[in-house]
């Protein structure tokens, strides 16, 4: 039966069809998008809305929509004449369209039967009126409206039909039924037809119908064209055709493909291998022809597809979560819902511990982290142990450390034994310059076991706070600003290396370059100093120059247990002083004193004999010009002895000096500009008298309890009273002092015979 839509159109308007006469139908079968409507002439139930107030609506985009169309190639003959048609194949043309509108309002009442009303979906158009169904009646909730269509016969049959149902204010609308296309071409369209039958009114030729243009409308091959022969007899006619049989295959297809990832089943999953695989399943009413997958939005690649299953191996993760989509595409180009999976790519962090330390909990060993991931890792070292730094992927010397995570990245804390267990403790030394000359200034530090460090050094005349770590090697290097002056570079190295550490190092202000020499203070409470007790200095004077103190600088000493020195004294000028110092490895004690404007430095060091109680060494001794001073205003440099030993004061009937036992005599000079030498006579209970004091009336006393003495005379040169004083060195059976004379001091000297 050929089937032949038995809608046209109407008034040349594209789309609206009506219910006489042939035509065709503008169907495409790839169309994407679905356009619904119904036009209802309607009465509302307002007084400015009329009966014949048209009603439309697009029908939603959740209509249901199917629609399968195929075609095929029909041979006719008809008299002399053979016609090539191309009609529907009618099991397999089929056309369901369902919607529901809203139509809350209507009065239905106000419909009659010449009511026009058209539907439109896609390629289908119906245009009609109520009229159309048979079994209309005015105010009906319902209407059926046949589709007609032709048989070979010319026989008018139905092929499918509208039906509205109004229901509670809705009106539902679905049409059924199959469509045509009727084409009919002449052979003689076609150039290369072959006839074998001897008909002068048969034009030879031959047709193809495979992927050609009929008419307005294209139409495809589905599949190969299949040639066939077909032979035809007309009385004592027989004509043999080559033909193609073309089956046309289409659809306005709303059924989308469903695709399902079974591998991963999760939706999110952590991996640590960035190549991933996926798979699933995939099914449609037509045929999937691909299957797409993307990373994060990039461009997709195309799995592989056998059947219902689909793959696709080694996807490249990106560092982190990724968002992977897959989605199925049909042969009709409609595609499936995304479905989705969120992968975590992690790599393994591995950090290794080597020496006796830990790391933040959470990163010892092998870890998965997140690629690209930033982290914040710290070394501690346990008691007794030191961190050495890191090493592998990341290097450094800080124990906190913060890195991105990438494949492959390794890193190690090492930790080696303190080196510093031994070097806590204070230390002091004096600052020289290299070029040689006195020294420049002193440096004192406390170090801890630890390593680290804090002291002051002192320099140019001012003192700057210096204080750090040393590094695992020893070393310290840093730059100090100082105000109104260059800065200084200082670099400092802890020397482990003999039987008690010391601190060396260099010190530049950009001009001159020092260098630092400080010991370790060894002796404590717990270990305490062999030198302990108090002691009598006499600071000597050997420079006999214009202008330089004749006077002989003196000082008490007291050591305590722990091994401090403390001086308490006055210099050769009258200068007094304090100074306190450790005695520091070598029993050594640096000297750095700096009263007023003058400044005494250098290193004095204890006796190995220390049943002997002697220390010397020899100073610098400089004083910057000053016009208020009373003693040497314009200032001097010179080097200067130190010689002490141990004080023990005299029990009763014992003398602070060792003197004659047959006479119990001392001679005391004192010497400026003329010099003037007496004989002094000790008693047990160290009374001092002068024998003969003559016009000089010299006078002197001892403290016992320190060795300190004092007294006076006339000047026989200026006729003025001079009073001295000084200490005596019981080590030496001497003693020495000074006195001041105008601007100047002369010296006071105690001898025995």
């Known amino acids: 039966m050929k089937l032949i839509h038995h809608i046209t159109r109407k008034n040349n308007r594209p789309g609206s069809l009506l219910r006489s006469g042939k035509s065709t139908s503008n169907f495409s079968s790839r169309l994407a998008r679905i356009i619904a409507g119904v036009a209802l002439g309607l009465a509302w139930p307002t007084s400015n809305v009329f009966a014949d107030q048209p009603f439309s609506q697009d029908f939603p985009s959740a209509l249901s929509f199917t629609d399968c169309y195929m075609e095929k190639v029909q041979t006719i003959v008809s008299g002399d004449s053979i016609y090539h048609e191309v009609a529907p194949d009618a099991k397999h043309c089929k056309l369901r369209i369902s919607a529901k509108l809203s139509t809350a309002g209507m009065n239905l ?213 990724n968002t992977i989509t897959v989605r199925a595409i049909d042969d009709n180009g409609v595609a499936s819902s995304v479905s989705t999976r969120s992968v975590r790519c992690l790599t393994p962090l591995i950090v290794n511990v080597v020496g006796n330390g830990i790391v933040t909990p959470g990163f010892n060993g092998s870890t998965l982290r997140v690629p690209g991931e930033m982290v914040s890792v710290k070394a501690i070292p346990r008691s007794g142990w030191r961190f050495n730094g890191w090493t592998g992927s990341v290097t450094s010397s800080a124990p906190l450390i913060q890195f991105a995570v990438l494949p492959g990245t390794s890193v190690q804390a090492n930790f080696i034994a303190n080196p510093f267990s031994g070097t806590g403790g204070s230390y002091s030394g004096l600052v020289v310059p290299q070029s040689g000359g006195s020294a420049g200034g002193l440096f004192k530090a406390t170090v801890t076991s630890g390593g680290s460090f804090s002291g002051k050094l002192t320099l140019d005349g001012s003192t700057e706070t210096v204080s750090g770590t040393f590094a695992n090697d020893g070393s310290f ?86 091994g401090v020195a403390t001086f308490a004294g006055t210099l050769g000028d009258g200068t007094a002083f304090t100074y306190a110092s450790p005695i520091v490895k070598g029993d050594t004690l640096p000297i750095l004193a700096a009263p007023g404007t003058a400044r005494l430095a250098g290193n004095a060091i204890f006796d190995g004999d220390l049943s002997l109680g002697t220390l010397g060494g020899t100073l610098a001794w400089t004083k910057s010009a000053r016009s208020g001073d009373l003693t040497y205003p314009g200032g001097f440099a010179t080097e200067l002895a130190l010689v002490g030993g141990r004080y023990r004061a005299p029990v009763s009937g014992e003398r602070v000096l060792a003197l004659n036992v047959s006479r119990g005599k001392a001679d005391v000079e004192l010497g400026l500009a003329s010099p003037i030498t007496k004989l002094i006579t000790v008693s047990a209970s160290n009374t001092v008298t002068v024998v003969a004091p003559g016009t000089d009336k010299l006078t002197m006393t001892f403290a016992a309890s320190n060795g300190i003495f004092s007294g006076s005379f006339i000047d026989a040169v200026s006729g003025a009273k001079r009073t001295f004083k000084g200490a005596v060195l019981q080590s030496q059976n001497a003693g020495a002092g000074h006195f001041r004379a105008g601007t100047a001091t002369g010296y006071v000297a105690i001898s025995v015979p």
């Open 109 to 321: 009442a106000a419909l009659d039967e010449s009511t026009p009303i058209e539907v439109s979906v896609g390629n289908f158009s119906y245009s009609g009126v109520l009229g159309d169904d048979p079994n209309y009646a005015p105010g009906a909730t319902s209407i059926r409206i046949p589709l007609m269509s032709f048989d070979d016969e010319g026989n008018e049959i139905e092929s499918g039909c509208v039906e509205a149902k109004w229901v509670k204010g809705a009106l539902t609308v679905v049409a059924t039924g199959m469509l045509s296309a009727g084409y009919s071409i002449d052979a003689t369209n076609f150039a290369g037809s072959e006839w074998t039958i001897d008909d002068p009114t048969r034009v030879a030729g031959r047709v193809k119908f495979a992927d050609r243009v009929l008419e307005d409308r294209t139409i495809y091959a589905k599949g190969e064209a299949e040639v066939i022969t077909r032979t035809l007899v007309e009385g004592d006619d027989t004509v043999t055709l080559n033909l193609s049989q073309v089956e046309m295959g289409g659809a306005i297809d709303s059924v989308r493909p469903t695709l399902k990832i079974s591998n991963p089943v999760h939706t999110k999953v952590t991996v640590t291998n960035p190549l991933f695989n996926l798979a699933g399943t995939v099914s449609d009413n037509i045929g999937v022809t691909t299957v797409e997958v993307a990373v994060n939005g990039a461009e997709s690649e195309t799995a592989s597809i056998s059947g219902n299953q689909w793959s696709i191996a080694n996807v490249q993760l990106q560092p982190g979560t």
């Open 477 to 562: 290097n840093a730059t100090i600003a100082r105000a109104g002056k260059s800065p200084l570079s200082v670099s400092l190295a802890v020397d482990n290396s003999g039987s008690s550490p010391a601190l060396t190092g260099l010190v530049s202000d950009g001009t001159t370059t020092f260098a630092i020499g400080a010991g370790q203070a060894t002796y404590s409470a717990s270990n305490p100093a062999p030198q302990a007790g108090r002691y009598t200095v006499i600071f000597p004077s050997g420079d006999n120059s214009a202008g330089i103190p004749q006077g002989d600088g003196y000082a008490t000493l007291n050591v305590s247990k722990s």
